[in-house]
């Protein structure tokens, strides 16, 4: 009988870490949100986004999530403006990716990106962020490139 409580011991501390941690065994964070514009031909839309700014944190992005609610997105943070490329490995929900240049300016839309896919998607010129929101979205609401995106991270010019 202590053996076998000894093991429910074990095997709740176990379940307890593995709540702890993240699926790569590192500590879970809340993101912080926050708020983010993008300015189109038929007015501002609002968008609640998680700022990703680590190699760790954009590396993890949205990988393992199984939903994603409209107006809300991740946002990453690719400081300096740099050429950039993204995929979906372990990626489970479609996304619109809207790569944005350093002056808050849309330079490319990659729309429904396929799910758990190696496949690279280049940013197609030097970028200061790349914003994922659930795939049609960008069709939905009309964004396009050229749009503006008004969020700290851009500059205005």
Request: charged share 25%.
């Amino acid at each position: 009988m202590k053996a076998r409580g000894r093991l429910a011991t074990l095997w709740s501390l176990l379940a307890l870490l593995a709540v702890l941690c993240g699926p790569f065994g590192g500590p879970l964070r809340a993101a912080e949100l926050q708020s983010l514009e993008i300015i189109t031909q038929s007015g501002v839309l609002p968008f609640t986004v998680e700022l990703m700014r680590t190699n760790e944190e954009r590396e993890h992005g949205l990988m393992f999530r199984k939903e994603l609610p409209e107006g809300r997105g991740m946002l990453f943070d690719f400081q300096p403006e740099q050429n950039v490329s993204m995929w979906m490995k372990n990626t489970l929900i479609p996304l619109d990716m809207i790569f944005i240049k350093a002056d808050g300016r849309i330079l490319r839309i990659a729309e429904n990106t396929q799910v758990e896919s190696e496949k690279i998607i280049p940013s197609g010129g030097p970028v200061r962020g790349v914003l994922e929101v659930i795939a049609g979205t960008a069709k939905k609401l009309g964004i396009k490139p050229g749009d503006r995106v008004a969020h700290p991270l851009f500059e205005a010019r």
